[in-house]
């Protein structure tokens, strides 16, 4: 065989072999996706113009029938912005240019009202939206333009749900027993409320206090295929069907792994966030979305965050605990994916005025159009979304 060729297959053998090993550091392919985070975690930085080449502002309007104080769950279809403000119990309806289009706002005890609005969800082909309501242990159901259409009562008190082709999934984060010490965390109901199945037994994962089990609950994104759960004290991402749950994303790690020693010292009546986190160990998933090839979620370790973003077709994976905002150097708070752009908030009351002092004295450059927008907005008005498109990768 010629020399030439034979060195050419060995170099080709090595790359293989390294680049097989290097992979396996990060990711295992198999039923689901695992993700060694004692090996991808990092504090290198990574610049936002990596990740994103253009950015837009959209000041969400300000009147006094829309006006809310924060953004608890947010949900983009077909560019059409829902808002839940859970202070003031009400789902906001924008446009993708921000103007204000509707609202659901039924708090109290009538039977078209709720008492405790803890989640909501949408249909966009019936163009419904449907409430779950902690207290009234319902779905309440209402049209875009804030019209009550029917009540879907339940059997269980749940903290969390999505809708899919009629059914539900929902989250309960008690037992129905306060003596129960093994019950099933996700029920599926169909469009009655009555219980279809029950599955994820709540004794193999570690359950902290219940104040966060109820405040956090259980978080769910509508994908194109099927539905992705997570919730506290939790290193997994599930994959939910008609009939089936199933992990989808998985992070391993032995440096982080939250233990029941870790939350042996903290109840209900006894509970500090700042302490369990001095524990330096991962709580919680958050924000988790996906577009095209690409999800995108945040873990907390300790009291610091880090923010991944997974390419399902490349398997390329970045993980840093020091993202730089070098396009905007607004530092918004990074919502979900949504057609391929992210989309983050700016809070009027945490940044405007610094942001103003910034652009006055001449430290902060920002483009014409950027100033301007930022300048006359009152630091008493609705948030401002920032959308980012991201690169092509």
Same mark, same amino acid.
């Given at each position: 065989?010629?020399?030439?060729?034979?060195?050419?297959?060995?170099?080709?053998?090595?790359? $293989? *072999?390294?680049?097989?090993?290097?992979?396996?550091?990060?990711?295992?392919?198999?039923?689901?996706?695992?993700?060694?985070?004692? +090996?991808?975690?990092?504090?290198?930085?990574?610049?936002?113009?990596?990740?994103?080449?253009?950015?837009?502002?959209?000041?969400?309007?300000?009147? !006094?029938?829309?006006?809310?104080?924060?953004?608890?769950?947010?949900?983009?279809?077909? @560019?059409?912005?829902?808002? %839940?403000? %859970?202070?003031?119990?009400?789902?906001?309806?924008?446009?993708?240019?921000?103007?204000?289009?509707?609202?659901?706002?039924?708090?109290?005890?009538?039977?078209? !009202?709720?008492?405790?609005?803890?989640?909501?969800?949408?249909?966009?082909? !019936?163009?419904?939206?449907? *409430?779950? @309501?902690?207290?009234?242990?319902?779905?309440?159901?209402?049209?875009?333009?804030?019209?009550?259409?029917?009540?879907?009562?339940?059997?269980?008190?749940?903290?969390?749900?999505?809708?899919?082709?009629?059914?539900?999934? #929902?989250? %309960?984060?008690?037992?129905?027993?306060?003596?129960?010490?093994?019950?099933?965390?996700?029920?599926?109901?169909? &469009?009655?409320?009555?219980?279809?199945?029950?599955?994820?037994? +709540?004794? +193999?994962?570690?359950?902290?206090?219940?104040?966060?089990?109820?405040?956090?609950?259980?978080?769910? $994104?509508?994908?194109?295929?099927?539905?992705?759960?997570?919730?506290?004290?939790?290193?997994?991402?599930?994959?939910?069907?008609?009939?089936?749950?199933?992990?989808?994303?998985?992070?391993?790690?032995?440096?982080?792994?939250?233990?029941?020693?870790?939350?042996?010292?903290?109840?209900?009546?006894?509970?500090?966030?700042?302490?369990?986190?001095?524990?330096?160990?991962?709580?919680?998933?958050?924000?988790?979305?996906? +577009?095209?090839?690409?999800?995108?979620?945040?873990?907390?370790?300790?009291?610091?965050?880090?923010?991944?973003?997974?390419?399902?077709?490349?398997?390329?994976? *970045?993980?840093?605990?020091?993202?730089?905002? @070098?396009?905007?150097?607004?530092?918004?708070?990074?919502?979900?994916?949504?057609?391929?752009? %992210?989309?983050?908030?700016? &809070?009027?009351?945490?940044?405007?005025?610094?942001?103003? @002092?910034?652009?006055?004295?001449?430290? #902060?450059?920002?483009?014409?159009?950027?100033?301007?927008?930022?300048?006359?907005?009152?630091?008493?008005?609705?948030? *401002?979304?920032?959308? $980012?498109?991201?690169?092509?990768?």
């Amino acid at each position: 065989m010629n020399s030439i060729l034979v060195k050419s297959l060995i170099l080709v053998a090595f790359c $293989f *072999i390294n680049f097989s090993c290097n992979r396996d550091k990060m990711i295992k392919s198999g039923s689901h996706i695992v993700i060694d985070l004692d +090996s991808v975690l990092s504090d290198t930085t990574v610049l936002y113009s990596e990740l994103f080449s253009n950015y837009e502002l959209i000041p969400l309007e300000n009147k !006094e029938e829309c006006a809310f104080s924060s953004i608890d769950k947010v949900k983009i279809l077909n @560019d059409t912005i829902f808002i %839940m403000d %859970m202070t003031t119990r009400s789902v906001y309806i924008f446009s993708p240019e921000g103007k204000f289009l509707g609202k659901v706002c039924r708090p109290g005890r009538g039977p078209e !009202e709720y008492l405790g609005a803890v989640d909501f969800d949408i249909d966009p082909f !019936e163009r419904l939206i449907f *409430i779950l @309501d902690w207290s009234g242990r319902k779905i309440n159901v209402y049209d875009f333009n804030g019209n009550f259409c029917r009540k879907i009562v339940l059997e269980n008190r749940y903290s969390g749900f999505a809708a899919r082709d009629g059914n539900f999934f #929902l989250y %309960m984060p008690f037992p129905k027993l306060k003596d129960e010490d093994d019950y099933r965390l996700i029920h599926f109901c169909d &469009s009655r409320g009555s219980i279809k199945w029950e599955k994820l037994n +709540s004794d +193999s994962f570690l359950r902290g206090p219940d104040i966060i089990h109820h405040i956090q609950g259980g978080n769910f $994104f509508g994908a194109a295929d099927d539905i992705k759960f997570y919730m506290p004290f939790c290193n997994s991402i599930y994959s939910l069907t008609g009939n089936s749950v199933k992990p989808f994303i998985e992070l391993k790690t032995k440096q982080f792994k939250l233990t029941i020693s870790d939350l042996e010292p903290f109840n209900l009546d006894n509970y500090s966030y700042y302490k369990l986190a001095e524990a330096g160990k991962l709580t919680c998933i958050e924000n988790y979305s996906e +577009s095209g090839n690409i999800a995108f979620f945040s873990v907390s370790i300790g009291l610091k965050q880090a923010k991944i973003f997974y390419f399902f077709d490349t398997e390329r994976i *970045i993980c840093t605990r020091r993202l730089v905002d @070098d396009l905007t150097s607004l530092y918004p708070s990074f919502l979900q994916l949504n057609n391929y752009k %992210m989309v983050a908030c700016l &809070s009027p009351s945490v940044k405007i005025g610094k942001l103003k @002092d910034s652009i006055s004295s001449g430290k #902060l450059n920002l483009p014409g159009a950027v100033r301007e927008t930022i300048l006359r907005y009152d630091e008493n008005s609705n948030p *401002i979304l920032v959308v $980012f498109e991201l690169k092509k990768h």
